[in-house]
Nanobody, 116 residues
Framework: QVQLVESGGGLVQPGGSLRLSCAAS????????MGWYRQAPGKQRELVAT???????NYADAVKGRFTISRDNAKNTVYLQMNSLKPEDTAVYYC??????????WGQGTQVTVSS
């Protein structure tokens, strides 16, 4: 089993920045890919960014050039640096991890609100 705990959400003005963190515990050596998803009110959960264990990132078109995903395998932690935030980025952000068998794990979510 793997447990994921997110932190770093909050309220920020348009154009501002936030950094989300997600720490994995438990059988973290089984983790391959990690990533971030988000869910806005009334919408389906959508991919934001993923990163392989080797550090190769993948981004949704909506966040390319503004968000950066990174991970520290020694700390079993994945980060999401979010810059130039827009009101449409408002959502609950969920950390995701997959083990080598593609079994998914999810964090509890952290609220990000972009508003003036």
């Amino acid at each position: 089993q793997v447990q994921l705990v997110e932190s770093g959400g909050g309220l920020v003005q348009p154009g501002g920045s936030l950094r989300l963190s997600c720490a994995a515990s438990g059988n973290s050596n089984s983790i391959s890919g990690m990533g971030w998803y988000r869910q806005a009110p009334g919408k389906q959960r959508e991919l934001v960014a993923t990163i392989t264990r080797g550090g190769s990132p993948n981004y949704a078109d909506a966040v390319k050039g503004r968000f950066t995903i990174s991970r520290d395998n020694a700390k079993n932690t994945v980060y999401l640096q979010m810059n130039s935030l827009k009101p449409e980025d408002t959502a609950v952000y969920y950390c995701n991890a997959e083990n080598w068998y593609k079994e998914p794990y999810w964090g509890q979510g952290t609220q990000v609100t972009v508003s003036s």
